[in-house]
Structure formats: C-alpha cells, structure tokens
C-alpha cells in the first residue's frame, strides 16, 4: 500500500485504461488528479465517483500538445505540492499505410505522446526530485515492441517513449524515482472494440482473449508502489503472450 497524501496525475484519465488506474490508484490512498483534454465532463464525472467510493480525487483539463497551457495548468497543481505518480496515458492514434499517411497524420501522433510526454513531466521532474520519491509510468503499446502496420507514426512515438523512460531513469535513479513504460497489447476498450473483432483477437493473442483495463491498471499500480522500487528503466509489456 502506497503511503497516503501521495498525489498521482493520470494523462487521459478520463479514457477505458486511464480511467481504471484513476481507479485503482486511489484504492491504494493516492489523491489522483484525472486530467482530460477535451472531456472534462467524463474526468470530472469519474472524479466524483472515485470520492463517492472514499477516494480523494480532482478533475483537470489541459491540451497536452499546448505548452503554455500545460504549464499554466501544472503549475496550478504543484501550489499544493509535487505531484510524485505520474501516468502519461494520454495518446491518440491516426491510421494509414506510410506511403498514403498525411503530415498531419504523423505530426499529431507524435505532439500527443511523444510532445506531451515532454510537455507534462519535465516540469514535474524537479518537484519530484525534492521529495526524493517518485514514479513515472508511461504508457506505451505493444505496437512500440513488435510494429504494426498502418501505424508507423504510433509506433514511433510510443517507440520514442521507451527510448525516453530508459534515459530519463537513468537520471533520476539516485534520488528514488523509477521511471517505466507499460506496453499493453489488445485491450478490451471502446477504442480497441472499433479495431479489433473476435475471430481477429483469437488469431492475434495466444490467450484468445482481449485484456482488460483493470489488469493493465494492477501493472500500474505496483510500479507506482513502493514494492516495485528497484524496477526502473523497463519496457513491461502485457499482452496475453503476443510477443
């Protein structure tokens, strides 16, 4: 059990997976801070539910990609302190075959996780430093680990993030910060539904099955435990034995 009166921020908090490790973090005694960009509705609707149940949580909202915004927001929550969980959950995805993929397609992937990325945790690194304990989870996609067609921009974003949490752990490992990336495969949310049907699911995971939100938010909360302390610089993927 994490200690309590920890604040953890979840990126994309209001989406299927953010939202069950809004969750599954605050059974664990964190304040959890659930950001969106668009749907503060949907964020703040979960925030209440995570207090209906005797959690401690707050709603935000900010555009990742937007670095003033994002830093006006930030620094708003560190008034009350560092912020010492963070989950950089939020992505989007924007498919196409590279030779008929946009500029558009490609430069929005990578300002959502690879810009946001930057954009949310650099200046909440020193704050964090100071406390002397902190966890950093990004969340990646199997897609980083073994490609995918039709996503060469997805992939290397969240392949640059593996990159990055490998770097950024190595900087802070002697002041008590762990930094990971958790690469799910198919997990069974509204947006994997529209991608993913049965027969393909069977064929793809050898468990024939799509993994579930509140399994890839187990993973997050022991990373962002103190159990997981000496695990840092991983990629952890869990994906039902894809690769």
Same mark, same amino acid.
């Not at 207090?51 to 935000?60: L, M, Q």
């Not at 993030?161 to 990336?181: C, D, F, M, Q, Y």
């Not at 064929?203 to 435990?225: H, I, N, Q, Y």
């Given at each position: 059990?994490?200690?309590?009166?920890?604040?953890?921020?979840?990126?994309?908090?209001?989406?299927?997976?953010?939202?069950?490790?809004?969750?599954?973090?605050?059974?664990?005694?964190?304040? *959890?801070?659930?950001?969106?960009?668009?749907?503060?509705?949907?964020?703040?609707?979960?925030?209440?539910?995570?207090?209906?149940?005797?959690?401690?949580?707050?709603?935000?909202?900010?555009?990742?990609?937007?670095?003033?915004?994002?830093?006006?927001?930030?620094?708003?929550?560190?008034?009350?302190?560092?912020?010492?969980?963070?989950?950089?959950?939020?992505?989007?995805?924007?498919?196409?075959?590279?030779?008929?993929?946009?500029?558009?397609?490609?430069?929005? *992937?990578?300002?959502?996780?690879?810009?946001?990325?930057?954009? *949310?945790?650099?200046?909440?690194?020193?704050?964090?430093?100071?406390?002397?304990?902190?966890?950093?989870?990004?969340?990646?996609?199997?897609?980083?680990?073994?490609?995918?067609?039709?996503?060469?921009?997805?992939?290397?974003?969240?392949?640059?993030?593996?990159?990055?949490?490998?770097?950024?752990?190595?900087?802070?490992?002697?002041?008590?910060?762990?930094?990971?990336?958790?690469?799910?495969?198919?997990?069974?949310?509204?947006?994997?539904?529209?991608?993913?049907?049965?027969?393909?699911?069977?064929?793809?995971?050898?468990?024939?099955?799509?993994?579930?939100?509140?399994?890839?938010?187990?993973? *997050?909360?022991?990373?962002?435990?103190?159990?997981?302390?000496?695990?840092?610089?991983?990629?952890?993927?869990?994906?039902?034995?894809?690769?």
């Amino acid at each position: 059990m994490t200690l309590p009166h920890k604040r953890a921020l979840v990126t994309g908090g209001s989406g299927g997976i953010g939202a069950a490790i809004c969750r599954r973090l605050a059974q664990d005694g964190l304040h *959890v801070v659930v950001h969106a960009n668009r749907g503060l509705a949907a964020a703040r609707a979960l925030a209440g539910a995570i207090v209906a149940a005797g959690g401690a949580a707050e709603a935000v909202a900010f555009d990742v990609t937007d670095a003033a915004a994002t830093a006006t927001a930030l620094q708003a929550l560190l008034q009350d302190g560092a912020i010492q969980v963070l989950v950089n959950n939020a992505g989007i995805h924007d498919d196409a075959v590279f030779p008929g993929m946009q500029l558009a397609q490609w430069q929005r *992937v990578l300002d959502v996780s690879l810009n946001g990325f930057f954009h *949310v945790t650099q200046p909440l690194t020193l704050p964090m430093i100071r406390t002397r304990w902190g966890r950093i989870i990004n969340i990646t996609s199997v897609a980083a680990v073994a490609g995918n067609r039709g996503q060469v921009n997805y992939s290397a974003a969240k392949g640059a993030l593996h990159a990055a949490t490998k770097s950024l752990a190595l900087e802070v490992a002697s002041r008590g910060i762990t930094v990971n990336a958790v690469a799910p495969g198919i997990i069974a949310t509204a947006m994997s539904e529209a991608s993913f049907d049965a027969d393909a699911i069977a064929r793809l995971v050898p468990m024939k099955r799509a993994g579930t939100p509140e399994e890839v938010a187990d993973l *997050v909360a022991f990373l962002a435990s103190d159990r997981a302390a000496y695990v840092s610089g991983q990629v952890i993927s869990i994906n039902g034995g894809m690769i």
